[in-house]
């Protein structure tokens, strides 16, 4: 009996696993609808899936930048999640003016926003591949056309934590 009841978990196990992760992910009948959804926003359906940036127009070998969920907020970490969002080949000259005058490289350049989030005392943390732990890494905001430095509150491997009190255009500059 205890070897039947052993068998009929392990197969339970293995077939719910195997259907439960592959509905995780983005369901084959829905497609057609995400691809809409992203060439909306102008993402490709990957970025759109994933709340991320990898592909820019004009910029070439620009690492993917995306926002971990859990946005810490008023001290406390919550639910709600940082969208991260393209911008105009603009934009992208902009800080990458920006990086030059400061001596660095710009990682990324994106639009932050939390629509209904009260953003007093929140923290972001960014995945950004390729910066490392320790990295020397800035950030700065766009403040009415001016550049305005933002506090990095931590750096560690792919990931740069940053204070978040306004959506708007960011960069990260290494």
């Not at 926003?41 to 620009?62: F, W």
Request: with cysteine; net charge negative; aromatic share 6%.
């Amino acid at each position: 009996m205890k070897k039947f009841l052993a068998l009929s978990f392990a197969l339970a196990l293995t077939f719910s696993t195997t259907v439960c992760a592959a509905e995780t992910v983005v369901p084959e009948k829905e497609y057609s609808r995400f691809d809409t959804l992203s060439n909306g926003a102008e993402k490709s359906l990957p970025e759109y899936t994933s709340n991320a940036v990898s592909e820019m127009d004009g910029v070439r070998d620009l690492p993917a930048i995306a926002s971990a969920s859990n946005l810490v907020t008023e001290g406390t970490e919550t639910n709600a999640t940082c969208i991260v969002d393209k911008v105009d080949v603009t934009a992208i000259r902009y800080a990458q003016h920006k990086a030059a005058e400061v001596g660095g490289t710009m990682l990324a350049v994106s639009q932050l926003s939390a629509p209904g989030v009260n953003l007093v005392d929140a923290q972001v943390a960014l995945t950004i591949e390729g910066v490392a732990a320790g990295d020397a890494v800035s950030v700065f905001k766009c403040v009415k056309g001016e550049w305005v430095a933002v506090d990095v509150v931590a750096v560690a491997e792919n990931t740069v934590t940053i204070k978040f009190d306004s959506q708007g255009l960011y960069t990260v500059i290494k």
